[in-house]
C-alpha cells in the first residue's frame, strides 16, 4: 500500500545500524499495524551486515518503507536526516531492535487527535529482556511506566529519562517549534524531553502496553559513554538549576538530600550553574552533626517543617530515592513546590 498523495499520517522514524538479527521482526511489527497511513523511513547508518539488504527487500515489497543509506555519522545524524524527509503529520519513533503492538501506531494518533493540546504521546512498554540479569533496566521500564500524566512525567525528569524513546509519537511542529535532537556528549533522547519540557511541550503517557523495549547486548546505552550516569547528570543540571530559577522560593539556596561524595560530586555541577547549597541531609549517624566542605550535615528531622527550605533530594542508589520521598511527603512537604527528586 502507497501513502497518499498529500503524505501519510505518521511517519515512523527508525534509524539502523548493524540491526540485521532483529530488523526483520521490527519492520514486520510495524507492517502488521491496524493503522495503514504510515511511512516508515529507516535510515541506514552504514551498516555493514546486510541490514540495507533487508531494509531495500521490504521497500520493494511495500512502498510505504522508505530507505535512507549514507555512511556511518552516528545515531543523532540519522535520526535528524529521518526527522527532515518525513512526510507525515505525527512523527513515531521506533528502534530495529523492538517490538509495536499492531494496534500501537492507532492508538497514539487517536490520542494526540482527540487531544489537541499534547504534543507528545507515549506509551507504556514491556521490557523485552532477562530481569534477573538486568535487574536495573527492568527497575527503570517499571519506573517509566509508573509516569502517565504530564505533571508527573515533568516533576520526575530530572530523576532520569521519563520516557521510552522507541515509544513515543508527537506532533512534526514540535521539533520544528522547539529543535531536533542535538549532538553532545549526552543523552540525545534525554536532552529533547528537558528541552521541550522546559519550552512547555505537553507529554502524556497512554496506559497501554504497546512496545516491547528489548534489552539487546548492543544498545548504544550499554557501551556508549554519551549514556553512562554522569552524562545524565551533566545536561540535566543546566535544565534544573532554570527549573528552580523559577520554582525555588528561595532561589538560589537548596538544601541538597544526599552527604555522599557521588552525590556532592554531582552537586557541584548545579553550584556552576549558581545554586547555593546551604546544608546537607542524610540519615547517616555518623556524618549528621558534622560539616562538610563548610556546610551543616543535618539528618531528615530537621525537615518536619515544609516551607523552611526546598530540598534537592539527589541520592539515586535503589530504593532510597521512594523512601526519601515518602519521607517528604509525611512531613507534609510537596512535589515541585517544597522539594524536587533529582538523583
Not at 1 to 22: F, R
Not at 80 to 97: E, Q, Y
Not at 98 to 123: F, I, K, N, W
Request: with cysteine.
Amino acid at each position: 500500500m502507497s501513502a497518499s498523495p498529500a503524505g501519510p499520517a505518521i511517519s515512523v522514524l527508525m534509524p539502523v545500524h548493524n540491526a540485521a538479527t532483529t530488523l526483520p521482526g521490527a519492520v514486520q511489527s510495524i507492517l502488521d499495524q491496524t493503522e495503514a497511513d504510515w511511512e516508515l523511513l529507516a535510515v541506514d547508518d552504514g551498516s555493514t551486515d546486510g541490514s540495507e539488504e533487508i531494509l531495500r527487500d521490504c521497500a520493494r515489497r511495500d512502498a510505504r518503507v522508505r530507505v535512507l543509506a549514507g555512511p556511518h555519522r552516528g545515531v543523532v545524524h540519522a535520526l535528524n536526516r529521518g526527522l527532515a524527509a518525513a512526510r507525515g503529520r505525527l512523527i513515531a519513533r521506533m528502534d530495529a531492535d523492538d517490538l509495536c503492538a499492531p494496534e500501537r501506531l492507532a492508538r497514539q494518533r487517536s490520542y494526540l487527535d482527540a487531544h489537541p493540546t499534547v504534543g507528545l504521546a507515549a506509551c507504556q512498554v514491556r521490557f523485552g529482556g532477562d530481569e534477573d540479569r538486568a535487574a536495573g533496566y527492568a527497575r527503570h521500564v517499571a519506573w517509566t511506566n509508573s509516569l502517565c500524566a504530564h505533571e508527573a512525567i515533568s516533576l520526575a525528569r530530572f530523576v532520569e529519562s521519563p520516557l521510552a524513546h522507541p515509544s513515543v509519537m508527537f506532533r512534526r511542529e514540535v521539533p520544528m517549534q522547539h529543535g531536533a535532537y542535538r549532538q553532545g556528549d549526552f543523552p540525545e533522547d534525554y536532552e529533547l524531553w528537558l528541552r521541550w519540557l522546559e519550552a512547555g511541550v505537553r507529554m502524556e503517557k497512554l496506559a497501554d502496553t504497546l512496545l516491547v523495549w528489548r534489552d539487546s547486548p548492543g544498545r548504544l546505552s550499554r557501551r556508549d559513554p554519551r549514556y553512562a550516569a554522569e552524562a545524565f547528570h551533566r545536561v540535566k543540571a543546566g535544565y534544573l538549576a532554570r527549573w528552580l530559577t523559577l520554582h525555588n522560593a528561595r532561589h538560589p539556596r537548596v538544601v541538597l538530600w544526599g552527604a555522599g561524595r557521588v552525590t556532592r560530586r554531582r552537586a557541584r555541577l548545579l553550584q556552576a550553574e549558581g545554586i547555593a547549597i546551604d546544608a546537607y541531609v542524610d540519615i547517616d549517624p555518623r556524618k549528621i552533626g558534622r560539616a562538610i566542605e563548610g556546610k551543616p550535615v543535618l539528618g531528615p528531622s530537621a525537615l518536619r517543617t515544609p516551607g523552611g527550605c526546598f530540598v534537592v533530594a539527589a541520592v539515586s542508589s535503589a530504593g532510597a530515592r521512594e523512601q526519601i520521598e515518602s519521607a517528604l511527603v509525611a512531613a507534609g512537604h510537596r512535589a515541585g513546590r517544597d522539594y524536587i527528586l533529582a538523583g
